[in-house]
């Protein structure tokens, strides 16, 4: 299967670059998926925030971020201070795998354009990676510190934060959470 040009789609534009991934069969998990979760949020956000994959609430609704992990994102929103002008939200595979497994490496890689092409468009100064998952199939293979940001060739910078859903289970990590974000608040909250 031929790769995607990143700059074709990026060229294309939002619509196009969604067309595309609700038409996509480029991996297994389109044979399983029922809705596809594209994006939420602005589309000229200063901070991205990258989710791992869909999960069972985003398959049902299309939409990243819904249900209990949805609302501890929601709420490290809020702690950030940000506007609903000023993010939007993708992961980086569009279909959920099935039973929540782990994306395969095959997945992620499929996906990539379409997440490269996301970016490209959103324009952000910050991503911000939620979890290992996200680190992982954003930097292939290189490893960002929890709560050390990391500018990327003067287009971004990068800052890895705890996934939302750890925060539903271990109720501790919300005040640690809160750290690596007051520590890097001044990453957004630009004059
Ligand atoms: S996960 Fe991505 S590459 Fe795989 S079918 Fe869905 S949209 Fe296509």
Redesign the pocket.
């Known amino acids: 299967m031929a790769v995607r040009s990143v700059s074709k789609l990026v060229e294309q534009g939002f619509e196009a670059v969604e067309k595309e ?1 609700l038409e ?7 044979e399983t ?1 029922t809705n ?1 979760v594209i994006s939420k949020g602005s589309r000229t956000p200063s901070v991205v925030f990258v989710g791992e994959a869909p999960g069972k609430n985003e398959d049902e609704t299309g939409v990243p971020f819904c249900g209990r992990a949805g609302k501890n994102l929601d709420g490290m929103i809020e702690y950030m201070g940000l506007s609903g002008d000023e993010y939007a939200v993708i992961n980086t ?3 959920r795998p099935p039973k929540n497994r782990n994306p395969l490496k095959s ?1 992620i890689k ?2 990539k354009p ?1 997440l490269e092409a996301q970016i490209q468009l959103l324009n952000p100064k910050v991503i911000i990676l939620l979890g290992n998952t996200a680190e992982k199939a954003f930097c292939d293979g290189d490893k960002l510190e929890w709560g050390v940001p990391k500018a990327v060739d003067g287009k971004y910078t990068l800052l890895k934060i705890y996934h939302p859903a750890a925060l539903i289970y271990q109720r501790s990590r919300i005040e640690e959470q809160n750290t690596l974000i007051d520590n890097n608040r001044h990453l957004w909250e630009l004059e």
Not at 24 to 30: E, S, T
């Open positions: 991934i996509c069969k480029d991996c297994q998990l389109h998926v596809k595979i569009k279909c997945e499929a996906c379409f």
